[in-house]
């Protein structure tokens, strides 16, 4: 779902910076949502995110979501954090692009050593290591769309889109020029050129 700049004033109560839209105009001259905005809502369960200057909410998914996020998780732990190679985190967690003021809240986050720098009290303020989105009817055009161009432009090195329907997981790697991989019965984590270890998929969207 996605909500114009005047929903989120009126819930927020900030005076909107209302500024021309149109052709052959300064991209940077349309109203804006950021994620300091976002911090002003209410807690209602639901997950608010800016992209764009676009406010955009994602209602609480389902248990087949869940269920693949969970697996998601404890494949990853034992890959990766058990490992020592970082931490990861769920949903709810914010990730925040200070440069752009722009912020999401992804599925799974994986952060390494080597990035920890971006964990701040509350969020994250800077591009993860990897960032994975769980496909839902409500949000498989932006995951695939806006989500997938913010991602690239904030130079987040790999980013996860789960296909629940389809049983895969396309990885995006964004180090030097985007490269795209479709993994169905086992995909390789990686972390930057180093092979970590193989994730049965098989286990990850096994129903029930």
């Known amino acids: 779902m996605q909500l114009r700049f005047a929903d989120c004033r009126q819930r927020t109560g900030r005076i909107a910076r209302y500024r021309t ?72 967690v914010g990730v925040e692009f200070p440069a752009t003021e722009e912020g999401v809240q992804p599925d799974v986050v994986f952060v390494s050593k080597a990035r920890r720098g971006i964990l701040a009290e509350k969020w994250m303020m800077g591009p993860p290591d990897v960032v994975i989105e769980i496909l839902s009817p409500g949000t498989a055009r932006r995951d695939r769309g806006i989500k997938l161009r913010l991602y690239e432009r904030q130079r987040v090195p790999e980013y996860w889109i789960v296909d629940p329907e389809n049983d895969a997981i396309d990885v995006w790697r964004f180090e030097l020029e985007p490269r795209h991989e479709r993994f169905t019965a086992s995909l390789p984590v990686r972390l930057g050129d180093e092979s970590i270890g193989d994730m049965d998929l098989t286990r990850i969207f096994a129903r029930g």
């Open 21 to 92: 839209r149109g052709y052959n105009v300064d991209p940077m001259a349309l109203p804006q949502i950021t994620w300091q905005d976002l911090q002003q809502l209410p807690d209602d369960g639901k997950r608010y995110e800016a992209i764009e200057g676009d406010l955009y909410v994602t209602p609480a998914p389902s248990i087949r979501h869940q269920r693949i996020s969970m697996r998601l998780v404890l494949a990853l732990d034992e890959l990766l954090v058990q490992p020592g190679h970082g931490e990861l985190f769920h949903a709810p």
